[in-house]
């Protein structure tokens, strides 16, 4: 049975940790401005996490791809989470720590832009593919969690999640990634209005 205490401790842990987020607002328009100078010079966002992180990495790509609210073309967006073929084959051949990495050579480009997503910032798989993304000279970003891990000094910018726990960070990685692909849809839209003005 779900008790009282063990549900109100849940709200009231996500309350707290959504509250500190209210801090990173600065890092986060880092990120946006990243992500849409990127799409503006024809590059695309590649995502990659494992578990849980792989499961927002597919939803937020997904969401740009897609639509997160308004009616628009179709934006650049990959999860290198969704391949099976290529997972095991690396995995198999190389070693799991390289199935983002050599995804990154293959796919990205000096325009892009890797959005890697480990909650401890210490998954070798995820680190690894920041590191092969800077070697190609594409934009980096991580999300993580408070103590940033590897992962915080390797990205260009990183959000640090003020927590410990697992799934509060989970919870904010995906609001932020839903605060930012409202931003990048609400400027494609207004570029969009520009461009018909302007015809």
């Known amino acids: ?40 010079q024809g590059g695309k966002i590649l995502w990659c996490g494992n578990g ?7 939803h937020l790509a997904a969401e740009i791809v897609g639509r997160f609210k308004r009616n628009r073309k179709g934006m650049p967006s990959i999860a290198l989470t969704t391949d099976t073929s290529i997972l095991t084959a ?11 990495q050599r995804q990154v ?12 997503i480990s909650t401890s910032g210490n998954s070798r798989s995820v680190c ?23 992962l915080a000094s390797l990205a260009d910018v990183a959000l ?12 904010v990685h995906i609001l932020c990634g839903h605060i ?3 931003w990048i849809e609400t400027a494609a839209m207004d570029q969009l209005a520009r461009e018909i003005r302007e015809a």
């Open 1 to 40: 049975m779900l008790t009282h205490e063990s549900f109100e401790d849940a709200i009231a842990s996500h309350l707290r940790t959504v509250e500190l987020f209210r801090d990173q607002r600065e890092v986060v328009e880092q990120i946006g401005t990243i992500m849409l100078h990127s799409l503006r």
């Open 52 to 58: 849980g992180s792989a499961a927002d990495a597919q």
């Open 90 to 100: 690396v995995a198999n051949d190389f070693g799991y720590d390289c199935v983002f």
């Open 105 to 116: 050579e293959a796919l990205c480009a000096p325009e892009d832009v890797l959005v890697a």
């Open 128 to 150: 690894a593919a920041v590191e092969a993304a800077k070697a190609v000279g594409a934009a980096t970003i991580g999300f993580t969690g408070a103590k940033g891990g590897t």
């Open 160 to 171: 640090c999640v003020q927590s410990e726990e697992t799934a509060r960070i989970q919870e």
């Open 180 to 182: 930012l692909c409202d």
